[in-house]
Structures are given as C-alpha cells and as structure tokens.
C-alpha cells in the first residue's frame, strides 16, 4: 500500500506561482511511476503531468506546457508540481498519483487515470484574476 499526501494548494493571483509537494510512504516510491490530475468544478479529471520511475522522462499537458514543471526526490519520496504563470483556468483541485510497482517500462509517463493505483486526497488550488 502507498499513501500521498498533497499539501501546497490555496489561492493565489493570476501570474503568480505555486508549488504542489506529494509525499508517499513505503519504500517502493522510486519504482513507481507519478502523475498529477486536476478536476475542475464540473469537469471530468485531467491529467496535467507525469514523470516515468526512472525520472528521466516526463509529460505534460499541452494546456501547461511551459509553465508547469513535475520533478521527483526518490531520497524524500516526494513528487513536486511547480506551478508557474499561473492562470484562472489552472483552478481545480489536484491531485497526484501512483503506479503499482513498475519491473519494466521505468521510462514511460503513464497518462491516463485508469492506470494509476494510488491516489492522494487532492489539494485546492485558487487563481484568481
């Protein structure tokens, strides 16, 4: 079992930036593969970026592009969100997540929900304009 927890969430104003942390428990967390989704008031979960278990590879969301960044600290089993330039649209709750224990493919970014066992209890994040 792995449990994240997300914390840096809250409101900030339009071009200003924040960093979501994720910290997991266990001792699996550099074998796993690490995303962050977002669902905003009466939409569907959208993957906004992921990082392969190797930490090599990354992907992002066209809509962030440029301005987020996703890293990872396998040694403090945290997974990060910079968040930069932000805007309106970016307001949603996020929410990071986990593969199962990855033997091969520790290059690959997972993209879709589906394939993420393991999710964290989201954290708001507010722009305002």
């Known amino acids: 079992q792995v449990q994240l927890v997300e914390s840096g969430g809250g409101l900030v104003l339009a071009g200003g930036s924040l960093r979501l942390s994720c910290a997991a428990s266990?001792?699996?967390?550099?074998?796993?593969?690490l995303g962050w989704f977002r669902q905003a008031p009466g939409k569907e979960r959208d993957i906004v970026a992921a990082i392969s278990s190797s930490g090599g590879n990354t992907y992002y969301a066209d809509s962030v592009k440029g301005r987020f960044t996703i890293s990872r600290d396998n040694a403090k089993n945290t997974v990060y969100l910079q968040m930069n330039s932000l805007k309106p649209e970016d307001t949603a709750v996020y929410y990071c997540?986990?593969?199962?224990?990855?033997?091969?493919?520790?290059?690959?970014?997972?993209?879709?929900?589906?394939?993420?066992?393991?999710w964290g209890q989201g954290t708001r994040v507010t722009v305002s304009s």
């Open positions: 997540a986990a593969t199962k224990i990855l033997y091969q493919s520790r290059d690959y970014c997972y993209r879709s929900g589906e394939e993420y066992n393991y």
């Open positions: 266990g001792r699996t967390f550099s074998d796993r593969a």
